[in-house]
C-alpha cells in the first residue's frame, strides 16, 4: 500500500536496499548493475527501482538530502514494506588529510549534529552504528577486489555550509573520515 511519499507496494521493494542521496544516482545504479529493472517509486522525484543482481532481489532508491528527508523514506520503507537492509551508498567529503578523492570509506559507525536523533530517543544521544556483519562483508568484498577500504566513523550534517569553521578541526581529531 503507498504511503505519503512512496507509491510502491507491498513486495515490489526487495529485503535489501542500495540509497544514494541523489534519485539520479539511484537511477544510474539500477541501470547500470541491476537486471531485470522496474521503477518502484517516482513520488516528488524520489526515484526507486527494483531487479536482480547476480539473480538476487535488490531495490536501490534516493532518499534526498538531509537526515530528515532520509528519515522518512527509510522509516516507511521498514515500516510499510517490510525492508530488512538499508545501505547508504554514495559520496562523502573528506575530514582527514589522509583521505583521499575516490577513497572507498565505509562506515561503521555516525555521529551527527542533528537533531532527530534527540527528538527520536526523547533527548538522549543515540550512537548510530552498522550492522558488524554488513561492514565485515563489506570489508571482505573489498579486499577481494583489491580495494583498499577505509572503515570508521562518519559525520552526517544538517548544514552543508556550516557556519562553524572549527567543526572539521574537531572531527579529524577525532578521528572522523568523512562528512554528509
Not at 1 to 12: K, L, S, V
Not at 52 to 64: A, C, D, F, L, W
Not at 106 to 111: K, L, Q, T
Request: charged share 25%; hydrophobic share 45%.
Amino acid at each position: 500500500m503507498a504511503t505519503p511519499h512512496i507509491n510502491a507496494e507491498m513486495g515490489d521493494f526487495a529485503d535489501v536496499v542500495l540509497m544514494p542521496g541523489d534519485p539520479l544516482r539511484a537511477k544510474h545504479i539500477a541501470e547500470t548493475f541491476l537486471e531485470d529493472v522496474r521503477e518502484v517509486n517516482n513520488v516528488r522525484g524520489m526515484l526507486g527501482f527494483t531487479g536482480t543482481y547476480k539473480g538476487r532481489k535488490i531495490s536501490v532508491m534516493g532518499h534526498g538530502m538531509g537526515i530528515p528527508s532520509c528519515s522518512i523514506y527509510t522509516k516507511e520503507l521498514i515500516t510499510d514494506f517490510g525492508v530488512k537492509k538499508i545501505i547508504r551508498v554514495g559520496s562523502c567529503g573528506a575530514v582527514r588529510m589522509d583521505v583521499k578523492l575516490r577513497d572507498v570509506v565505509i562506515g561503521m559507525g555516525a555521529c551527527t549534529d542533528s537533531k532527530v536523533n534527540r527528538i527520536r530517543f526523547k533527548d538522549h544521544d543515540f550512537a548510530a552504528i552498522a550492522d558488524f556483519d554488513m561492514v565485515r562483508n563489506a570489508v571482505d568484498a573489498a579486499k577481494a577486489l583489491g580495494v583498499d577500504a577505509r572503515v570508521g566513523n562518519l559525520f552526517s550534517a544538517d548544514l552543508f555550509y556550516s557556519p562553524d569553521g572549527e567543526m572539521f578541526d574537531v572531527m579529524e581529531k577525532y578521528g572522523v573520515l568523512g562528512v554528509e
